[in-house]
């Protein structure tokens, strides 16, 4: 079954312990991403990748770092988590190219820092 | 100006209603365009993408008007199961997608 797959799906933590989400695709697809959302705010963009070892900075890359060093997987990091990170976040991933660049969602993760 | 913009609704519909929602985006580069489907906090799902000539998909009709940097969505004879929110998406090739606020549709019984 074609899927994007986040873990972990819920967390919680508290301020400055470092924690990585993973994610991970078996669609072979080139382009990656991950957003945060925000109640009010919608989706927004934190990190995302065209390629392996090719990441570009989105809309709310603060505090925040990716690796991408295969193609099916595109970890977020958060070094040193902050109370104001507390949000929903989700990983998508999609061909590249005009009528091809369709992404799909894993199911989310629930973090909450204390 | 934020670059993508909905009407955050909620729009409350009765069922069997036509309801329609706009969506504008402000970089006149934007390529590609869609409108997703989110149910409550839950992972966004493809409705359809939205092509210059304007498509239809059964009950659902999507249109692009580029001179006027504007989508829309129109939704025919409402279903309870309609009742979502409603994401407008505009991508530039090769940059970042960028996600309108929502649209919040209640289809009433």
């Known amino acids: 079954e074609a899927q994007v797959t986040q873990n972990p799906r819920y967390l919680i933590t508290v301020t400055g312990k470092k924690l990585t989400v993973t994610c991970s695709q078996n669609?072979?697809?080139?382009?990656m991403s991950w957003y945060r959302q925000d109640p009010g705010l919608g989706l927004r963009q934190i990190y995302y990748?065209?390629?392996?070892?090719?990441?570009d900075k989105g809309d709310v890359p603060e505090g925040y770092k990716v690796s991408r060093k295969e193609k099916r997987n595109f970890p977020l990091i958060l070094e040193s988590p902050s109370p104001n990170q507390t949000s929903l976040y989700f990983c998508?991933?999609?061909?590249?190219?005009?009528?091809?660049?369709?992404?799909?969602f894993g199911a989310g993760t629930r973090l909450s820092v204390l | 100006r934020k670059e993508v913009e909905q009407d955050p609704g909620p729009f409350n519909v009765p069922e069997g209603a036509t309801v329609a929602f706009n969506c504008t985006y402000s970089n006149s580069a934007s390529q590609s365009f869609f409108w997703y489907r989110q149910d409550c906090r839950k992972e966004p799902k493809l409705l359809m993408s939205v092509y210059s000539s304007g498509n239809e998909d059964g009950r659902f009709t999507a249109q692009l008007n580029r001179a006027s940097q504007y989508i829309s969505l129109l939704i025919r004879d409402s279903k309870l199961s309609d009742s979502a929110t409603y994401l407008c998406v505009v991508h530039n090739y090769g940059q970042n997608f960028v996600f309108g606020p929502g649209t919040r549709l209640s289809v009433l019984p």
């Open positions: 669609m072979n697809h080139e382009y």
């Open positions: 990748s065209m390629n392996v070892e090719v990441t």
């Open positions: 998508a991933s999609s061909l590249l190219g005009l009528g091809k660049n369709i992404q799909y």
